[in-house]
């Protein structure tokens, strides 16, 4: 096991499970070296049948473990900047899932300590950007072919929405992955946020504004619309289409095998994120293993993490005032100059 990148899970949830899964059975060069989550039987239960990985119930005592070389992210958001400046400290590579941290001070805290480094040890967990669809719209609109960009038309829906989810997570939670993906497909940064809420769904759970209609303006001038629907109850569907001066492209629209019988023809909609992005969440992980083993530090960058975080911030205020809000950013360190989105 000497050649392989011993990682140190943190949270063996949903999310956490599934990476421990994907590091032990899918991605080469990497294995896991210990898990935590502050339940012990759950972190057993996902540890179990993995030869050599150790189990704790604290983050630090995980990072501590022997042959731990990188770390992976999968906790609750609360927990995120804890962990990476504790990951910081030992000087440990780190994938972290988004959100970088649950509000933009947390996250501008991340950002200063990093810089504080001179070097990159954070890549943050934007897997949007890994998926094959959207690679091509990526490369397509950097191509220059259809000309200008000047909107983007998402789509965001979920089968339904976990019991504590809030009216703001719609944006803070579900809302931000768009929020990166506008940033990186545009190469742009957004500059305002509007949210209009039309009248809740009936399928939605007492009290939550669901769904949402967000608008963000960018730097040069092209908009991005969001339609945020989280208790839509018949799958779980992204998409994607910009509208250029030249042409149009979308992603998004086929996913599944198209059965026709009996005079009738339909198609399987994903239930969840980890169905629809599973392809997505192995390549960046493999993505993230070598270039860890290379010793660098690629994908989105904790400069990408704490823009989508106040914008996020800003998406939120402006569901609660019922205005277009501004986006204000810090100045940008220099170690991020020249990439980010």
């Not at 990476?19 to 294995?31: F, N």
């Not at 759950?42 to 119930?57: D, F, L, P, Q, S």
């Not at 963000?216 to 629907?229: K, N, P, S, Y």
């Amino acid at each position: 096991m000497g050649d392989l990148l011993g990682v140190a899970v943190l949270g063996a949830g949903h999310m956490g499970a599934d990476h421990i899964r994907r590091l032990d059975r899918v991605v080469s060069g990497a294995r896991v070296a210990a898990v935590a989550d502050p339940d012990a039987s759950r972190a057993k239960e996902a540890a179990a049948g993995i030869e050599g990985a150790t189990v704790h119930t604290e983050a630090a005592a995980a990072l501590d473990a022997t042959g731990v070389e990188a770390v992976l992210i999968a906790s609750p958001g609360p927990a995120h900047e804890e962990a990476l400046l504790e990951a910081f400290a030992r000087g440990l590579p780190v994938l972290c899932e988004k959100p970088m941290a649950p509000d933009s001070a947390g996250a501008l805290r991340v950002l200063e300590a990093e810089a504080g480094l001179g070097r990159r040890l954070a890549q943050i967990g934007f897997m949007r950007r890994y998926d094959a669809e959207y690679r091509r719209l990526k490369a397509l609109l950097d191509e220059g072919r259809l000309g200008r960009p000047l909107m983007l038309h998402c789509v965001h829906r979920n089968v339904s929405s976990p019991p504590d989810f809030t009216s703001a997570m719609l944006i803070d939670s579900s809302v931000s992955h768009e929020i990166d993906a506008a940033r990186w497909l545009l190469g742009q940064e957004l500059t305002s946020v509007t949210v209009l809420r039309p009248r809740p769904s009936s399928g939605a759970p007492p009290g939550l504004l669901d769904p949402q209609f967000v608008v963000f303006e960018t730097a040069q001038g092209a908009l991005v619309d969001v339609e945020v629907f989280v208790n839509c109850g018949f799958g779980y569907q992204v998409r994607c289409e910009a509208v250029c001066e030249a042409g149009s492209a979308r992603v998004g629209d086929d996913h599944g095998m198209l059965v026709t019988t009996r005079g009738a023809a339909g198609a399987d909609v994903p239930q969840d994120y980890l169905v629809r992005f599973a392809d997505a969440y192995d390549r960046e992980v493999q993505a993230w293993v070598d270039a860890t083993r290379r010793g660098r530090v690629t994908g989105p960058t904790a400069w990408d993490g704490y823009a989508a975080s106040v914008v996020a911030e800003a998406g939120v205020r402006a569901l609660e005032v019922g205005a277009r809000v501004p986006v204000e950013l810090a100045p940008r360190p220099g170690l991020y100059a020249g990439g980010g989105r």
